[in-house]
């Protein structure tokens, strides 16, 4: 039985930071950063069912086109990252009145949509982005036991050397179906995504402070072959890890909005979400 203090159920029976119970979300669920994107995407559906708020975590779950569908918002980050697959995964797979888990497991379709930007010039603003594989430079996994197979490591290894950290990055791949379902007959770019702990120096960004690593962007980008890094953010590694983790399919949607190398940002960024929100929309109906 899990202890009542490390799994915290409301009074309401619903998930302490989510709020939420479990018949209030659908198996397929979109997530985004921003709180203010989850009407963004909800605005296209036929009926809302339910609407949850707490802190960061908004939750929309209604129809699109017959598909139940929910909508949850994150925050940025892959501590947020955390406390959303694990109290979801505890909303499907955990019986509230036992608090013993469940001998039938149920696997969630999860579908990030994000901004992001891009480290190649090759990869211009506006483009729509799959993440095929993603390095996490943040150090969620040193919490958990991540198996990593030997190419992992061996990327991992070369990261961390090339970004003179004194971690070890974890690499995490996209669930395969959802990459195939997302990409197949599309313009959308396969990419290898970097998590960073941050938006200003873990990302090479220098206004005031000076990032420890100098020329950081150059050292990471193009150092791997065959695993060039195409695009950075803050929490598609933890997805990846947590989903392998917990055994839900997970991949993550990007569009670029900034080019790192070429220095452009978008001039409609509002525009290039949308773009990815219907895209992500028409594909999720047929799940």
């Known amino acids: 039985m899990i202890p009542s203090s490390e799994l915290i159920i409301n009074p309401d029976n619903s998930i302490y930071h989510l709020n939420l119970q479990s018949h209030q979300i659908a198996d397929t669920i979109i997530t985004v950063g921003?709180?203010?994107?989850?009407?963004?995407?909800?605005?296209?559906?036929?009926?809302?069912?339910?609407?949850?708020?707490?802190?960061?975590?908004?939750?929309?779950?209604?129809?699109?086109?017959?598909?139940?569908?929910?909508?949850?918002?994150?925050?940025?980050?892959?501590?947020?990252?955390?406390?959303?697959?694990?109290?979801?995964?505890?909303?499907?797979?955990?019986?509230?009145?036992?608090?013993?888990?469940?001998?039938n497991l149920t696997s969630l379709n999860i579908i990030r949509v994000g901004t992001s930007g891009s480290l190649q010039e090759?990869?211009?603003?506006?483009?729509?982005?799959?993440?095929?594989?993603?390095?996490?430079?943040?150090?969620?996994?040193?919490?958990?036991?991540l198996e990593q197979s030997q190419k992992e490591q061996e990327i991992s290894e070369q990261i961390k050397q090339n970004a003179q950290v004194g971690f070890n990055p974890y690499v995490v791949s996209a669930d395969e179906s959802l990459l195939h379902h997302f990409t197949e007959n599309s313009n959308i770019v396969k990419g290898n995504t970097l998590t960073c702990p941050g938006f200003y120096a873990p990302q090479g960004r220098e206004v005031r402070l000076k990032p420890q690593t100098d020329n950081y962007l150059e050292k990471i980008r193009n150092k791997i072959t065959d695993f060039p890094l195409t695009n950075m953010e803050m929490e598609t590694a933890g997805y990846y890890a947590l989903s392998r983790l917990l055994g839900h399919k997970m991949l993550s949607l990007n569009a670029i909005l900034a080019n790192r190398i070429t220095h452009q940002f978008s001039e409609n960024p509002q525009r290039e979400v949308d773009n990815l929100i219907e895209y992500t929309l028409n594909k999720v109906v047929s799940l």
């Open 34 to 103: 921003d709180p203010e994107r989850v009407p963004s995407v909800s605005k296209f559906f036929d009926k809302i069912e339910f609407k949850i708020h707490k802190r960061e975590f908004i939750t929309h779950t209604g129809l699109h086109k017959g598909k139940r569908i929910s909508v949850i918002s994150t925050g940025m980050g892959t501590d947020n990252i955390e406390v959303l697959m694990t109290e979801l995964d505890a909303l499907v797979n955990v019986d509230f009145k036992t608090r013993k888990i469940k001998e």
């Open 122 to 145: 090759s990869i211009p603003v506006g483009t729509l982005l799959a993440s095929q594989n993603a390095v996490g430079m943040d150090t969620l996994m040193q919490f958990y036991r």
